[in-house]
């Protein structure tokens, strides 16, 4: 994979801001953001290298940000293929103003660049995506709750899941809580003490039920369980986005149960899939896309790998 001309433009406006960083926290926030849309196009499969270039730093010094983030050597930059994650991520085309709130970020980085998304005028509206107003999300938190069920059934990795949606949104200043191996009577639980406005519930799906954990053991759980569970939720999220086979009934049913808008498969999807629908999806929201968009693009983005998967369905009577 190559880098394309708007993607090299702005990869160069993310190094032009890190240069003119004033301070030295200013250059730290411009470095993550730089390393957080490079890792996007090494998931996609572009070499560090030409990521170096048009950033406008040399190699070597991108590994130096690599090893200070904690990413691997940069040695390790070459993925072999059994291992290489599978995403894409287009870069917002607004110049970042719900990334940081520095004003020399806007001013190093053009607003002139043209960085197709679909949708872009809606990314400013004040009820679109997770960058919301806050009087809109009143009563519950600026927060993703990422919840996996036991991974062992089906040799599910989550917690890569989970990584990618956090280091997307810790830069949209949205809070990713993850609660790893969950039971079920913890859903509720958790739910009002986190308030979320979106849950992300991961699990394996198998002969109708959901495997969750129970003391320390997979454990299935039927539809209408994780039903009850949510709808025990006091202030109950506004999306359930469901990285779970075979979920998109559930999905409807929980639409139908009270929750806005809910999203799942209609047939078995897997590690790799699920993890560039969700890496394109959040991309979408933290950068203040609406639901409806982000899925449009996650869906679009997975197809062009995987032609003939069936696409996740997103269901809902407001779709905000």
């Given at each position: 994979?190559?880098?394309?001309?708007?993607?090299?433009?702005?990869?160069?406006?993310?190094?032009?801001?890190?240069?003119?960083?004033?301070?030295?926290?200013?250059?730290?926030?411009?470095?993550?953001?730089?390393?957080?849309?490079?890792?996007?196009?090494?998931?996609?499969?572009?070499?560090?290298?030409?990521?170096?270039?048009?950033?406008?730093?040399?190699?070597?010094?991108?590994?130096?940000?690599?090893?200070?983030?904690?990413?691997?050597?940069p040695?390790?930059?070459?993925?072999?293929?059994?291992?290489?994650?599978?995403?894409?991520?287009?870069?917002p085309?607004?110049?970042?103003?719900?990334?940081?709130?520095?004003g020399?970020?806007?001013?190093?980085?053009?607003?002139?660049?043209?960085?197709?998304?679909?949708?872009?005028?809606?990314?400013?509206?004040?009820?679109?995506?997770?960058?919301?107003?806050?009087?809109?999300?009143?009563?519950?938190?600026?927060?993703?709750?990422?919840?996996?069920?036991?991974?062992?059934?089906?040799?599910?990795?989550f917690?890569?899941?989970?990584?990618?949606?956090?280091?997307?949104?810790?830069?949209?200043?949205?809070?990713?809580?993850?609660?790893a191996?969950?039971?079920?009577?913890?859903?509720?639980?958790?739910?009002?003490?986190?308030?979320p406005?979106?849950?992300?519930?991961?699990?394996?799906?198998?002969?109708?039920?959901?495997?969750?954990?129970?003391d320390?053991?997979?454990?299935?759980v039927?539809?209408?369980?994780?039903?009850?569970?949510?709808?025990?939720?006091?202030?109950?999220?506004?999306?359930?986005?469901?990285?779970?086979?075979?979920?998109?009934?559930?999905?409807?049913?929980?639409?139908?149960?009270?929750?806005?808008?809910?999203?799942g498969?209609p047939?078995?999807?897997?590690?790799?899939?699920?993890?560039?629908?969700?890496?394109?999806?959040?991309?979408?929201?933290?950068?203040?896309?609406?639901?409806?968009?982000?899925?449009?693009?996650?869906?679009?983005?997975?197809?062009?790998?995987?032609?003939?998967?069936?696409?996740?369905?997103?269901?809902?009577?407001?779709?905000?």
């Amino acid at each position: 994979m190559s880098l394309s001309a708007p993607d090299i433009g702005y990869l160069r406006a993310i190094g032009d801001a890190v240069r003119a960083a004033p301070t030295e926290r200013d250059r730290h926030l411009a470095v993550q953001l730089a390393l957080a849309i490079a890792r996007q196009h090494r998931l996609n499969g572009v070499g560090w290298p030409p990521i170096a270039v048009a950033l406008g730093v040399d190699h070597m010094e991108l590994g130096r940000w690599r090893l200070n983030a904690g990413d691997a050597k940069p040695g390790a930059g070459n993925l072999p293929p059994e291992t290489r994650p599978h995403a894409a991520l287009a870069a917002p085309d607004s110049p970042h103003q719900r990334l940081t709130n520095a004003g020399w970020v806007h001013q190093a980085m053009s607003a002139s660049q043209s960085i197709s998304q679909p949708s872009a005028s809606n990314a400013s509206s004040p009820s679109s995506g997770l960058g919301a107003d806050p009087q809109i999300l009143s009563g519950r938190s600026r927060s993703v709750m990422f919840a996996s069920g036991d991974p062992h059934r089906g040799r599910n990795q989550f917690g890569q899941e989970a990584a990618i949606i956090r280091q997307l949104l810790t830069l949209a200043r949205v809070d990713v809580r993850e609660m790893a191996c969950i039971a079920l009577g913890e859903l509720a639980l958790h739910l009002n003490r986190i308030r979320p406005l979106v849950l992300h519930l991961a699990a394996h799906n198998a002969f109708g039920g959901i495997y969750l954990s129970l003391d320390g053991a997979a454990c299935s759980v039927a539809h209408t369980a994780i039903l009850d569970a949510l709808g025990r939720a006091h202030t109950p999220p506004r999306l359930v986005v469901l990285t779970v086979c075979h979920s998109a009934q559930l999905a409807r049913a929980l639409v139908a149960d009270g929750i806005e808008s809910s999203l799942g498969w209609p047939s078995e999807v897997n590690d790799d899939q699920a993890r560039l629908f969700a890496a394109q999806l959040y991309q979408a929201l933290g950068s203040g896309a609406p639901v409806t968009d982000g899925c449009a693009v996650a869906s679009s983005t997975v197809a062009q790998r995987w032609p003939h998967l069936d696409a996740a369905e997103l269901y809902g009577s407001r779709i905000f």
